[in-house]
Structure formats: structure tokens, C-alpha cells
């Protein structure tokens, strides 16, 4: 089964040219991070705590997500130094310039939100101009490799006009996932590196093969950036944190997220299907916190303390075995998708409908699904 983990087309020194895109996004965002927290407690641009949804003890710097969108700006600029001369620098530029506008997009509407407080309309507005950035540069799902999987044929115009609401679900869908994951500290930017280094794993794999030559450099080179821009907020945003990635860094990071999985949709539905499992960990706790909202008869977008990782801690276990507990789970789900990355389709999604049932069923089992306890307490928005 994985005899082929390196292809023929592309060797491994292919990829290691582009060591220079994970220094200089960690460097930068460690120093912009570091900028960014004197800044916020300078002007007041801090996150306090209530007592009931923000636990933590005292006021804590916000703008650690514009400390990993400088970083992330860094790493794509310097990727595209390094392929200046590929044959299809035009698309992987294109491609490129336009995750990074829309991730500037998520994180300016975020950072709005840390300091006005937006309804969550107009977040999801937000979102979607974000999502429409990515149309418009050409990143969308290949649905006809998917459909032509089930012997379904589409011409390219309804490919397109279907393309354009799965690009923004999954926009919003991810943005919402990760803001919800950012409830203790380093859980989100932890789960954040785990589930990049999958896809950066998938992304070399595919390189190697010569899957795409625009796309291939173009899925190195976020991956890349997006794990130094992360590891360098990282150390700040470690228990006791010294500042919060706010809604402007945890937008970001659904966003590049999303986008990421979406480029794995270039051509057959194997690869799209791997990165969205490799997701997996936002995607269940999101799916819990739905739910269970729902059976509680609770609003569905209103802020919480009853989280998958709150109710960890409800149940005596420390904050840092919790996050750990996590990241733990993050990479079982990463792990499940590179290695059912190398098997048929078919047999794949027969495995991914069973994780994520069994994950279900532990939730169930375990009384995720109930709003109990002080955590488990609304906050209604104004």
C-alpha cells in the first residue's frame, strides 16, 4: 500500500527548496506576534474574562491572529520567489494572492469582531466575500472527476455554478469550526499544526507525483506558511497565554483551512476526501456543539462553555491534559486520513463513514451531548 509514497516525476530536493517559505513565516510571525501583544495592551485591545464563557484570569492581548496573517503574507511571498520560473506561474500565482487576500478578509472581519462585537450575520458576510475571493481566482472543487466516480457526466458551466456554494460552505463551515475549537489555551493553534502537517504530508506526496504543476508548489507553499505563521504565535498562546488569536486569527486559520481542502479538490475525490478527514477533530466538535444545542433546546449561535474540551475539564482533567487529549485526537484523525489516502475511494469512504459513526457513538455514550455543569451555561449575545 504505500510502496508509492514517492513518486517518480518530482524528487524529495524538489520539495526542500521550499525550507526557506516554513523559517521565514515562523520568524516573522514570532516577531510580529511579539509587536502585535504590545500593541493590544497599549491601546486596550484585550479580551476579559466574565466568568462564565471567558474563564480565564485576567485581561489577555488580543491581535495574535494579525501576528500569524504577517507571518502567513511572509511565507507565500517568499514561496513565490521560488517559482518564478515554473511553467504555470500565472495560476499558482493567481491561486495564491487569492488565499492570501481572502485570508486578509477573514482576519480583518475577525479583528472587527474582537473590538465591536459583530452579530453573527454579519461574521458570515464576512465570510463569504472571504469564500468569493477564492471563486473568483478559479479555486473550486473538480465536482466532474467526483460525479464521473458515479458515472455522472456535467458540463463545465453547471461544474462551475455548482463549485460556488461548496466553496462557500466550506469557507464558513471551517472559519465557524476553528473559532468554536479556540476555547483553551493552544488548542486551537495546536490542532491548527497537526491537521497542516497532514495536509503538507498529502501536498509532498502529491508533489512528488506530479499531480499538478500549479497546484502542487501552490499546496507546499500554504502548508508551509501556515504551520511557521502558527508555531510562531504559538509560544505566546501556550498555557498561561500571554495573547489570544482572537475571531481575527481563528477566521484565518478556518479560512486557509478550508481553502486548503478545497485545492485538494483539484481533480479526483481521494485526495478532497483525505483533507477533509484529516479535519476531522473541528468537524466533530462542531457537530457536538450543534447537536447538542439542538437536543437542549438551546439557541444554535450563541457562545457556550460546553465544548468537547470544556467538558473535559468539567470532568476533573486538567487544562493541559486536556489540550493534549486533543491533539492527540487531531492526529488520530490526521493519521486515518493519510493512510486511507493510499487505498481505492470506495474502500476509503467506507472507513470514513465508520470513524466518524464510532466518534459519534463515544460522544453519545460519553454524555458530550448534554448541557450540564457551569460550562454548560449560555451567554446570550447582544
Given at each position: 500500500m504505500?510502496?508509492?509514497?514517492?513518486?517518480?516525476?518530482?524528487?524529495?530536493?524538489?520539495?526542500?527548496?521550499?525550507?526557506?517559505?516554513?523559517?521565514?513565516?515562523?520568524?516573522?510571525?514570532?516577531?510580529?506576534?511579539?509587536l502585535?501583544?504590545?500593541?493590544?495592551?497599549?491601546?486596550?485591545?484585550?479580551?476579559?474574562?466574565?466568568?462564565?464563557?471567558?474563564?480565564?484570569?485576567?485581561?489577555?492581548?488580543?491581535?495574535?491572529?494579525?501576528?500569524?496573517?504577517?507571518?502567513?503574507?511572509?511565507?507565500?511571498?517568499?514561496?513565490?520567489?521560488?517559482?518564478?520560473?515554473l511553467?504555470?506561474f500565472s495560476?499558482a500565482?493567481?491561486?495564491?494572492?487569492?488565499?492570501?487576500?481572502?485570508?486578509?478578509?477573514?482576519?480583518?472581519?475577525?479583528?472587527?469582531?474582537?473590538?465591536?462585537?459583530?452579530?453573527?450575520?454579519?461574521?458570515?458576510?464576512?465570510?463569504?466575500?472571504?469564500?468569493?475571493?477564492?471563486?473568483?481566482?478559479?479555486?473550486?472543487?473538480?465536482?466532474y472527476?467526483?460525479?464521473?466516480?458515479?458515472?455522472?457526466?456535467?458540463?463545465?458551466?453547471?461544474?462551475?455554478?455548482?463549485?460556488?456554494?461548496?466553496?462557500?460552505?466550506?469557507?464558513?463551515?471551517?472559519?465557524?469550526s476553528?473559532?468554536?475549537?479556540?476555547?483553551?489555551?493552544?488548542?486551537?493553534?495546536?490542532?491548527?499544526?497537526?491537521?497542516?502537517?497532514?495536509?503538507?504530508?498529502?501536498a509532498?506526496?502529491?508533489?512528488t507525483?506530479?499531480?499538478?504543476?500549479?497546484?502542487?508548489p501552490?499546496?507546499?507553499?500554504?502548508?508551509?506558511?501556515?504551520?511557521?505563521?502558527v508555531?510562531?504565535?504559538?509560544?505566546?498562546?501556550r498555557?498561561?497565554?500571554?495573547?489570544?488569536?482572537?475571531?481575527?486569527?481563528?477566521?484565518?486559520?478556518?479560512?486557509?483551512?478550508?481553502?486548503?481542502?478545497?485545492?485538494?479538490?483539484?481533480?479526483?475525490?481521494?485526495?478532497?476526501?483525505?483533507?477533509?478527514?484529516?479535519?476531522?477533530?473541528?468537524?466533530?466538535?462542531?457537530?457536538?456543539?450543534?447537536?447538542?444545542?439542538f437536543?437542549?433546546?438551546?439557541?444554535?449561535?450563541?457562545?457556550?462553555?460546553?465544548?468537547?474540551?470544556?467538558?473535559?475539564?468539567?470532568?476533573?482533567?486538567?487544562?493541559?491534559?486536556?489540550?493534549?487529549?486533543?491533539?492527540?485526537?487531531?492526529?488520530?484523525?490526521?493519521?486515518?486520513?493519510?493512510?486511507?489516502?493510499?487505498?481505492?475511494?470506495?474502500?476509503?469512504?467506507?472507513?470514513?463513514?465508520?470513524?466518524?459513526?464510532?466518534?459519534?457513538?463515544?460522544?453519545?455514550?460519553k454524555?458530550?451531548?448534554?448541557?450540564?455543569?457551569?460550562?454548560?451555561?449560555?451567554?446570550?449575545?447582544?
Open positions: 504505500f510502496d508509492n509514497i514517492i513518486g517518480p516525476e518530482r524528487p524529495v530536493s524538489w520539495v526542500l527548496q521550499f525550507w526557506p517559505v516554513l523559517v521565514l513565516s515562523f520568524v516573522s510571525s514570532l516577531v510580529a506576534t511579539s502585535c501583544k504590545k500593541i493590544a495592551l497599549k491601546f486596550g485591545i484585550v479580551d476579559r474574562p466574565d466568568n462564565l464563557v471567558k474563564t480565564h484570569k485576567g485581561s489577555v492581548a488580543y491581535l495574535g491572529g494579525v501576528g500569524m496573517l504577517v507571518g502567513l503574507t511572509v511565507g507565500i511571498f517568499t514561496g513565490i520567489y521560488h517559482i518564478y520560473d511553467q504555470q495560476a500565482f493567481k491561486w495564491l494572492i487569492g488565499v492570501l487576500a481572502g485570508g486578509a478578509i477573514a482576519c480583518l472581519v475577525g479583528l472587527v469582531d474582537d473590538i465591536f462585537n459583530l452579530k453573527p450575520w454579519q461574521k458570515i458576510l464576512g465570510q463569504v466575500a472571504a469564500a468569493i475571493v477564492l471563486i473568483f481566482v478559479g479555486i473550486r472543487p473538480a465536482i472527476y467526483s460525479l464521473t466516480f458515479l458515472n455522472i457526466e456535467i458540463s463545465d458551466t453547471v461544474e462551475m455554478f455548482c463549485g460556488i456554494p461548496i466553496v462557500i460552505i466550506f469557507v464558513v463551515g471551517a472559519t465557524n476553528l473559532n468554536l475549537l479556540d476555547g483553551l489555551d493552544g488548542l486551537c493553534a495546536g490542532v491548527t499544526v497537526i491537521i497542516t502537517f497532514a495536509m503538507l504530508l498529502l509532498v506526496h502529491l508533489g507525483w506530479g499531480y499538478s504543476e500549479a497546484g502542487d501552490v499546496r507546499i507553499i500554504i502548508c508551509l506558511g501556515l504551520v511557521g505563521a508555531c510562531g504565535f504559538l509560544p505566546f498562546n498555557y498561561p497565554a500571554k495573547i489570544f488569536m482572537g475571531d481575527a486569527g481563528s477566521m484565518l486559520l478556518g479560512f486557509v483551512a478550508a481553502s486548503l481542502m478545497i485545492l485538494f479538490a483539484e481533480k479526483v475525490p481521494r485526495w478532497w476526501m483525505a483533507s477533509i478527514v484529516v479535519f476531522g477533530l473541528p468537524i466533530l466538535d462542531t457537530a457536538v456543539a450543534l447537536l447538542r444545542r437536543l437542549n433546546k438551546h439557541p444554535l449561535f450563541v457562545s457556550d462553555r460546553g465544548h468537547i474540551y470544556d467538558q473535559m475539564i468539567d470532568r476533573g482533567i486538567p487544562l493541559k491534559r486536556t489540550v493534549a487529549i486533543c491533539y492527540g485526537l487531531a492526529a488520530m484523525y490526521a493519521l486515518i486520513g493519510i493512510i486511507m489516502s493510499q487505498i481505492r475511494t470506495r474502500f476509503a469512504l467506507v472507513v470514513y463513514i465508520v470513524v466518524f459513526v464510532v466518534s459519534g457513538i463515544v460522544v453519545w455514550r454524555g458530550y451531548l448534554k448541557m450540564e455543569g457551569i460550562r454548560g451555561a449560555i451567554r446570550k449575545v447582544q
